[in-house]
Each structure stands twice: as structure tokens, then as C-alpha cells.
């Protein structure tokens, strides 16, 4: 455990993550933008979302049309029959919440930060635009730079054995399905893993095969039993997206 390894954490952490998570999901609840988006991307997406299918698919953003047509689903089936574009984007709030407790772990665990300094940070990062307006709209980047953060954690550790190399690349597959653009966090991994050079090679090839995994397995999946291209050309459309127009 970190504990064993001289990271200790602070007393109290869990309580204080709770507490950092609930004050950053209030905050992004109750400021729900009813403009979607700066461009008509929320549009598309809730279209999307609503009319489900292969239209939840999209290559570049594999996954958060699933997630949020089962959110919106779950909701309707408790009963919540409000704006689809207000129910979704609580889904972004839960994981701007997420990204807020997060940070606060990385600084008070991995950097050692005191209470006060770490809370001070969190609210900078929390009320900075990117992360305030991405976590009350209906957009894709706040999910997966959550599971970034998870995945920082877990490289940080005092100690990175095999498993955690492992755990990190499996977090970095995620976040890539949430966002293709992540599969850029591969550096910073690099420069990790890169301080042991005796153990580089053999650690990058765990790192590897652990993102490769989970992100092979969601496109061949998506593209097996979603989209179902007619042709090769027609997969590789899909996968091309902007790209191939």
C-alpha cells in the first residue's frame, strides 16, 4: 500500500474528498448551462443520444454516447422527465465532481500539499473555464480527463510496480475511448516510466498492451455489433471520421 511505501494519507482524506466532491457537484448543478455548447456539438450529441443505435458511436469519442444514453435512461426510468439537455449534463457534472476530488487526492497524497493549499487549488481548477463549463454542458472532454487524473494517481505512487503499470494502462485505454486526442498521455507515461531504465522496455510493453487492450476491444466491439459497416471501406469511414469526411 502507499501507507507502507511512506505516502500516508492525510487523516480524515476520504471524509475530505466526500466533502470536496459533493461542494463541486452542487456547484455545477445548480449552473447547468441551458445554451448548448459554444458550437452546436451539444446539439448533435443529445440528437444522438436520444435517437441511440449505431448514432451513440462516434469514432472520435467512442464511449460517451453510451454513457450518456444509459444516464438519461436511468434517469426516465426513476421518473426524472426534465430536460434531456439538463439531465445529461449532469452526467458532466458528476464527472467535473470527480475531477475536483481527484486533484485534491494528487495534491494532498502525491504532493504532500497542506488542507488549505489544496483547496485553494481545487477551486482554481474548478471554477478555470475549461473545467466549469465542460462539466455543465453536454460535451465529451470532462469524462475522460477524469480517468486521466485516476490515472496520474496510480503512476505517481510512490512505488510503480508491474500491476500499477498495468492499472495505468488500462485507465489510459478508457480515456482514449472517452476521447481519442488522450492517446497523447503516452508521453508523459514515457517519461515515467523512463526513470528505471533497466525496467523501461518491460514496463512500456505492460503499459502497452494494457491500453492497446481495452481500446482494440471497444471499437471492435462498437464496430461488430453497432455500426456494422457494409464494407472494409465503409469501417474505415467510420474509423477515419473527420478525418475521411
Do not use: C, K
Request: glycine letters at 8%; hydrophobic letters at 60%; charged letters at 10%.
Amino acid at each position: 500500500t502507499d501507507a507502507a511505501e511512506g505516502a500516508t494519507a492525510p487523516a480524515g482524506l476520504r471524509a475530505e474528498l466526500v466533502a470536496v466532491w459533493l461542494a463541486a457537484a452542487a456547484l455545477f448543478a445548480l449552473t447547468l448551462s441551458s445554451v448548448p455548447a459554444l458550437t452546436h456539438d451539444a446539439l448533435v450529441y443529445l440528437a444522438d443520444i436520444e435517437a441511440g443505435g449505431h448514432r451513440l458511436f462516434h469514432a472520435h469519442h467512442l464511449s460517451y454516447g453510451v454513457l450518456a444514453a444509459a444516464w438519461l435512461r436511468g434517469a426516465r426510468a426513476l421518473g426524472v422527465d426534465a430536460d434531456p439537455l439538463h439531465v445529461v449534463a449532469l452526467l458532466n457534472a458528476a464527472g467535473g465532481a470527480t475531477v475536483a476530488a481527484l486533484v485534491q487526492a494528487l495534491l494532498r497524497v502525491r504532493a504532500g500539499a497542506s488542507r488549505a493549499t489544496a483547496l485553494a487549488a481545487v477551486a482554481g481548477a474548478t471554477l478555470s473555464f475549461g473545467v466549469w463549463f465542460y462539466s455543465v454542458s453536454v460535451e465529451v472532454y470532462v469524462l475522460p480527463l477524469a480517468v486521466l487524473l485516476a490515472a496520474t494517481y496510480v503512476l505517481t505512487a510512490p512505488s510503480l510496480t508491474t500491476s500499477r503499470v498495468a492499472a495505468v494502462g488500462m485507465f489510459s485505454g478508457i480515456a482514449v475511448v472517452g476521447h481519442e486526442v488522450h492517446v497523447l498521455y503516452a508521453a508523459a507515461v514515457v517519461v515515467v516510466l523512463l526513470r528505471d531504465r533497466a525496467t523501461f522496455s518491460r514496463r512500456l510493453v505492460v503499459y502497452g498492451t494494457a491500453a492497446a487492450a481495452v481500446v482494440v476491444a471497444a471499437y471492435a466491439a462498437a464496430l461488430a455489433f453497432a455500426v456494422r459497416p457494409g464494407s472494409a471501406r465503409d469501417g474505415a469511414d467510420w474509423l477515419g471520421g473527420y478525418a475521411t469526411g
